[in-house]
Structures are given as C-alpha cells and as structure tokens.
C-alpha cells in the first residue's frame, strides 16, 4: 500500500496541533504560546469511501480503518511539525529540523490563523489586527528557500556533471532532490512550466532557480489552506480576503479545529451522536453537560456548522487525498465470490491509489513478488480480464493472478 503522508504545516500558535487532534483523536499537548511544538507529532486519520459491501449485500472486515453504514474510513498518515517562523530556512527558530521533516510528505495542510489574532512569531496581537495572508506568503518562500539551499550546497557540482556528461539537467537535479520525495516526472513537470526545460543548468540564475524550486513545490507538495479559527471574530472577512488572493492557486477551507475535537471527544464517549465530517450532531446525554458546555454546542452548531456545513477539518482531509493529491479507492480481493482474503476476511483492505494507476501497479503495491510474478487481474463485478496495462475504475474490486512464487 502507498505510504503517504500529509504533514501539518503553519506559524506557531496558528492550531496546527488542535487540528492533528481533531483529525486524528490524538492528546498532544496544546497551549496558546509560540513552539508547544517542538518534536514532530505523527498522528492517523481516516477519509471517507463509499464502501462496496452493500452493492454486493456482503459485511466487510477491515483490517484497517472500519466501515459504519456503507462508508468505509481508510487511514491516512499525518505529521504535525513545528511552528515555522520568518527566516526558518536560515536556521532561525526550529526552522531547519521543521523543514526536515517535511522531507518525506506527499502533500501539505498549511493551518491558519483566519482571525488575525497572531502575528508572524504566533504572539498574541488584538484579534483583526495582523493579515493572514502574509502568513502564506511566507510560508511558501521559506519552503523554496531551503528547497534552493539544498540545490545550492551542490550546485556546482551538478552544473559541471551535466556540462560534462551531457546529462538533461532532470537528471542531475533528480539526483539531488529524491530525498524529498519528488520524483523526476515532478522537475520536469516544473521545469516546463518555469520556462527552463532546455535551458542549460549553467546559464540559470538565482531567479531561475527560485522560480523553479517554487514550482517544483508546488507540483511535488500539493498544499491546501485550513482557515482555522473561523468560529472567531474577523474570520469570516478574512477568510473572504484569503479565497480572493490565493484563487486558482489553493482551495481555502474554513475550519475550527477546536469544535471537530470537542465533538470528536463528546462522541468517543457516548455524550453525543457525530461522526467526522457530519454537518450537525445529536445530544444523547444532556445530563451529562453543564448548561455552558450546552451554550457552547449550540453556538458551534449555529456559527459553524449550519454556517459553513461541518468543521471543515474532515473536508481538508478528503480534498487532500481525492483532490490534490487525485486517489482512487480499489479493493483488492483474493477470492471473487466470497470476496474474502486467505484468511476469509470480507473485503479486508481498501487501496488509495493514483488515478491512472494500472492492474499491475496495483500487484507491485500488495507485494512486489506479487508484480514481478503479475499475469492478469480479475474484474470481480464484470469477471473480465485485466492485462498488466488497463487502468482501475475508482472503487473497483479486483482479483490479482499471478504465477507460482519463485523458490
């Protein structure tokens, strides 16, 4: 299966950490000062997908995730790293570990403060005050500043070996950049839409080479803005303001991420009826709350979910996955009829896969000597054959059949 992760990006105080708690049930400690946290935090969540159990009138067994009604929750892994300040990529603040670890993440949430009420350090300011969309702004050149310093430290070294070897410049700079998880399909991608595929690596300025690492990226690292806070004064406008600047560049969500975590917890124990991603919620045991935390329940009902359609916190999630980063859910089956796995679990594991994946990929994805060994795949609902070159369907179950295994 695809290992992917989603990491938690933002200034500190922003509710980087409240939001890796609301999507993943998680405790870590959470408080309204810069650097609480300072030690990546790695959390699980799960996405929605509409399971196929009830098409085929089949009770599933996940091994992973759990399915209630028809909707299957597939984890998702995420890492909430530390709150990254101006000039992080110089070192300043926790700034070179946070952009170490977003080393190996497929795509970035960046957490931020809509109601204005933190400045560029995550200090308390009077709530309107600063402009969130400087926060974003920074945050995308402190990423492509350290991107362009990791290419620096070697770039003389790369300029001479593809002079010298005649090498394309995607391979040399694949070369440098595979430890970032971005692959050589991503710099040629940003090379041509940079305007420098062709363009020799020795002749490139420094403008060059920001612009490319700018968009390399955003190509490699899909980002999406969770506006956080929303619940709280000036919000709304700045929220408005954030859509207007960044459209066609990011999707802004409007989230609380503090609301998705009481209702989570009120939820895991019994006091209220609410799964993640539902635009309202059911009291079970009013007894079992103050009249204040009533109050409160019933303002985030009014202020946020009736207002924007849930927390947004699972939306982020689900936009991330099937949006950004464009995956299909696939259940792969051992035996077509009972859909069962070797162990006689129903359905057991649900793939998140790129679209355009094909049924051979899919076989490398289980286990490589299931690849290596790939004759053809089984549509389960037609019972067609698949070669190793046909594309999966979104929510296609499918029977991977391969030779013996090799001794």
């Given at each position: 299966?695809?290992?992917?992760?989603?990491?938690?990006?933002?200034?500190?105080?922003?509710?980087?950490?409240?939001?890796?708690?609301?999507?993943?049930?998680?405790?870590?400690?959470?408080?309204?000062?810069?650097?609480?946290?300072?030690?990546?935090?790695?959390?699980?969540?799960?996405?929605?997908?509409?399971?196929?159990?009830?098409?085929?009138?089949?009770?599933?067994?996940?091994?992973?995730?759990?399915?209630?009604?028809?909707?299957?929750?597939?984890?998702?892994?995420?890492?909430?790293?530390?709150?990254?300040?101006?000039?992080?990529?110089?070192?300043?603040?926790?700034?070179?570990?946070?952009?170490?670890?977003?080393?190996?993440?497929?795509?970035?949430?960046?957490?931020?403060?809509?109601?204005?009420?933190?400045?560029?350090?995550?200090?308390?300011?009077?709530?309107?005050?600063?402009?969130?969309?400087?926060?974003?702004?920074?945050?995308?050149?402190?990423?492509?500043?350290?991107?362009?310093?990791?290419?620096?430290?070697?770039?003389?070294?790369?300029?001479?070996?593809?002079?010298?070897?005649?090498?394309?410049?995607?391979?040399?700079?694949?070369?440098?950049?595979?430890?970032?998880?971005?692959?050589?399909?991503?710099?040629?991608?940003?090379?041509?839409?940079?305007?420098?595929?062709?363009?020799?690596?020795?002749?490139?300025?420094?403008?060059?080479?920001?612009?490319?690492?700018?968009?390399?990226?955003?190509?490699?690292?899909?980002?999406?803005?969770?506006?956080?806070?929303?619940?709280?004064?000036?919000?709304?406008?700045?929220l408005k303001r954030l859509i207007e600047v960044f459209k066609g560049r990011y999707e802004v969500v409007p989230c609380c991420a503090a609301?998705?975590?009481?209702?989570?917890?009120?939820?895991?124990?019994?006091?209220?009826?609410?799964?993640?991603?539902?635009?309202?919620?059911?009291?079970?045991?009013?007894?079992?709350?103050?009249?204040?935390?009533?109050?409160?329940?019933?303002?985030?009902?009014?202020?946020?979910?009736?207002?924007?359609?849930?927390?947004?916190?699972?939306?982020?999630?689900?936009?991330?996955?099937?949006?950004?980063?464009?995956?299909?859910?696939?259940?792969?089956?051992?035996?077509?009829?009972?859909?069962?796995?070797?162990?006689?679990?129903?359905?057991?594991?649900?793939?998140?896969?790129?679209?355009?994946?094909?049924?051979?990929?899919?076989?490398?994805?289980?286990?490589?000597?299931?690849?290596?060994?790939?004759?053809?795949?089984?549509?389960?609902?037609?019972?067609?054959?698949?070669?190793?070159?046909?594309?999966?369907?979104?929510?296609?179950?499918?029977?991977?059949?391969a030779t013996a295994a090799r001794r």
């Amino acid at each position: 299966m695809i290992k992917l992760l989603i990491g938690i990006v933002g200034k500190p105080s922003s509710g980087k950490t409240t939001f890796l708690n609301a999507a993943c049930l998680t405790s870590y400690k959470v408080a309204d000062y810069p650097f609480t946290t300072i030690e990546p935090q790695p959390g699980t969540a799960f996405v929605r997908v509409k399971c196929v159990c009830k098409e085929f009138d089949v009770k599933c067994n996940p091994k992973v995730g759990y399915c209630v009604n028809g909707v299957r929750y597939v984890p998702v892994h995420m890492l909430d790293v530390a709150g990254l300040v101006p000039d992080a990529w110089m070192g300043r603040g926790l700034g070179n570990k946070f952009l170490d670890d977003l080393r190996t993440a497929d795509a970035l949430i960046h957490v931020v403060d809509a109601s204005g009420s933190t400045d560029a350090e995550g200090r308390k300011v009077p709530p309107g005050s600063w402009d969130p969309v400087k926060d974003v702004e920074f945050l995308e050149r402190e990423i492509a500043m350290w991107i362009v310093q990791i290419l620096k430290r070697d770039w003389r070294r790369l300029v001479g070996k593809a002079r010298s070897l005649r090498v394309k410049p995607e391979d040399v700079l694949f070369e440098r950049l595979s430890g970032l998880k971005i692959s050589k399909t991503d710099i040629a991608s940003a090379l041509k839409a940079s305007g420098l595929e062709g363009k020799k690596l020795d002749t490139w300025n420094d403008d060059d080479l920001y612009n490319f690492v700018k968009v390399l990226r955003e190509i490699s690292k899909p980002m999406i803005i969770a506006a956080n806070k929303i619940d709280l004064p000036y919000a709304e406008e700045n929220l408005k303001r954030l859509i207007e600047v960044f459209k066609g560049r990011y999707e802004v969500v409007p989230c609380c991420a503090a609301g998705e975590y009481a209702l989570r917890q009120l939820a895991q124990r019994g006091i209220i009826s609410y799964n993640p991603g539902d635009c309202d919620f059911e009291i079970l045991k009013p007894e079992k709350l103050s009249k204040d935390a009533l109050d409160r329940l019933e303002r985030l009902r009014s202020q946020v979910l009736k207002k924007y359609g849930s927390t947004g916190v699972q939306m982020v999630l689900e936009k991330v996955v099937f949006e950004l980063l464009d995956l299909i859910p696939v259940f792969p089956v051992e035996d077509p009829k009972r859909l069962t796995d070797h162990h006689g679990n129903v359905l057991p594991d649900v793939f998140l896969v790129p679209r355009g994946s094909t049924a051979r990929d899919l076989a490398y994805m289980i286990h490589t000597e299931l690849g290596d060994t790939f004759l053809y795949a089984i549509d389960v609902r037609t019972g067609m054959r698949l070669g190793e070159d046909e594309e999966l369907k979104e929510r296609a179950v499918v029977k991977i059949v391969a030779t013996a295994a090799r001794r």
